[in-house]
């Protein structure tokens, strides 16, 4: 039986925005699944029905976790708060577990606050730790492509969206940045064979 792997999107994206990603792991010889949140909902809300997604639907059944963007914020709360449900590993991509500039900028407005909704409290500063003993690894974009650009300029290394030092996590196994814009690490093969590589080898190179 191949090894199951949950993708959780980022922000405002369907579970349809996982498809290539989803593939390319399939390829790799992994049974991917996605999981659809309600972003604008409640965070806490999304973490108890990824918990809730684990346990009926893997029955107990380690997976890979995969998220990207806001996916991997989900990810990193559900796991740190639920330590009863197993996890083979963690992969986060470009995944804003500090907080994030370009968020807080963007939820000044009277628009961008009503399209953060429930994750609005997410963007502040804060610290990110993982004390589990499952292996979570980090992939974070250097290409400056991407819509948080548009609130002003990044500070240090970041793909347009997320800073490289908004993606550190405390006791993280590893950690890759690779030359990819904000969105498209989850289009990426070379992303793909990192994601694969540490399933197998707790390593991205």
Known sequence: MSAEVVLVPGLWMPG???????????????????????????????V???ADYARDSLGG????????????????AM???????PAASVVLLGAPVRGCS????????????????GSRPLW???????????PLGVIAGTLPLGLGRA????????DGVVCVAETEVEGMAARELVPTGHSALIASPAV??????????????
């Open 124 to 134: 502040d500063e804060r610290s990110a730790t993982w004390t589990r003993s499952e």
């Open 16 to 46: 349809a925005a996982m498809v290539l990603l989803s593939r390319m792991l399939e390829r790799r010889g992994y049974a991917p699944r996605t999981f659809g949140h309600r972003g604008r909902g409640p965070f806490e809300s999304n």
């Open 48 to 50: 108890e029905r990824l």
């Open 151 to 158: 609130f002003g300029d990044l500070p240090g290394d970041n």
């Open 192 to 205: 793909a064979d990192m994601v694969a590589r540490f399933f197998s080898e707790r390593r991205f190179r």
């Open 61 to 76: 059944r380690p997976a890979h976790y995969v998220g990207h963007s806001f996916g991997g914020v989900l990810i990193l």
């Open 79 to 85: 796991l740190s708060r639920h330590t009863d449900i």
């Open 102 to 117: 370009a968020g807080r900028r963007f939820g000044e407005g009277r628009f961008g606050s009503w399209m953060m909704g």
